[in-house]
């Protein structure tokens, strides 16, 4: 698992500030099954909410950023892999890069640790050394939790 990073949300400016962070797993399923079979399920469990409104606080977000060696993007069911995403935010790219940070996902051209390196300045957000776990407790109920 890699360090969390505090990270201003993006297209939501009046809500609360979001913890991100990179786990990295081994699994035989399929992503698409990965995701709606166990992570949404997980998510609800955990009191997301899902609303229409996609910059919605939520109390948690678990997402696939990528698969080693695999490329998806299926409109169907809107799973795109890997996050095209990744080059542009910081909050996906510096926890990714601990990680694999020699990973080139060969859509993006560039190393996980190289996309990274392009964001280690970047304003609105800062990595954890140490969560303070009292002050997201405070901030949980702002985040839409039950």
Sequence with gaps: MSHAYEAE??????????WNAAVRVRTNLPPGRLKYEVLRPLEERLGRVRTADLNAPRTIDIDIALVEGLSIDDPETGLQ????????????ALPL??????????????????LARRHRDAPGIRRLDEPDLARAARLAPLRGRP
Excluded: K, N, Y
């Excluded at 892999?81 to 996906?92: E, F």
């Design 9 to 18: 949300p993006v297209g939501a400016p009046d809500t609360p500030v979001f």
């Design 81 to 92: 892999l890997p996050d095209p995403a990744i080059p542009r935010r910081a909050h996906l």
């Design 97 to 114: 890069a601990e990680l694999a940070p020699g990973l080139v996902p060969r859509t993006f051209g560039a190393s996980l640790a190289e």
